[in-house]
C-alpha cells in the first residue's frame, strides 16, 4: 500500500477556486499515474483527472476541462489539482490515487483518506 495525503479542500463560494495537493514520495510520483477521483453522497465514485507516471499526459473528466487543472511537482513530492469556477455541483469528497495507468478506480490500488471540498452560497 503507497501513502498518499491530500489536502486543500474546504468550503468555498461559487464561482471561487480551491487547489488540492496530494503528497507522496518520489518513487510514487516518478513510477505511478496519479489520479484525483470525487464521490458526492448518494453517487458513484468518479474520475476527476490524471497525469501519466511520466507527467507527460493529462486526462480530465468533460465535467472539469477547462475549469481544473493538473500538475505533478517533483520538487515538493505533490501532484496538485487547481479547481477554478467551482460550482455546487463539484461539491464532494475528493480522492488522490496511485495506478498503473490512468484508468478507472478500479485500476489504482492505493488511495488517501480524502478531502471535502463544498461549494455553497
Known amino acids: 500500500q503507497l501513502q498518499l495525503v491530500e489536502s486543500g479542500g474546504g468550503l468555498v463560494q461559487p464561482g471561487g477556486s480551491l487547489r488540492l495537493s496530494c503528497a507522496a514520495s518520489r518513487f510514487v510520483l516518478e513510477h505511478f499515474a496519479i489520479g484525483w477521483f470525487r464521490q458526492a453522497p448518494g453517487k458513484e465514485r468518479e474520475g476527476v483527472s490524471c497525469?501519466?507516471?511520466?507527467?507527460?499526459?493529462?486526462y480530465y473528466t468533460t465535467l472539469v476541462k477547462g475549469r481544473f487543472t493538473i500538475s505533478r511537482h517533483y520538487a515538493t513530492n505533490t501532484v496538485y489539482l487547481q479547481m477554478d469556477g467551482l460550482t455546487p455541483n463539484d461539491t464532494a469528497v475528493y480522492y488522490c490515487?496511485?495506478?498503473?495507468?490512468?484508468?478507472?478506480?478500479?485500476?489504482?490500488?492505493?488511495w488517501g483518506q480524502g478531502t471535502q471540498v463544498t461549494v455553497s452560497s
Open positions: 497525469i501519466s507516471n511520466g507527467g507527460g499526459n493529462t
Open positions: 490515487a496511485a495506478g498503473r495507468v490512468c484508468s478507472g478506480p478500479a485500476d489504482f490500488g492505493s
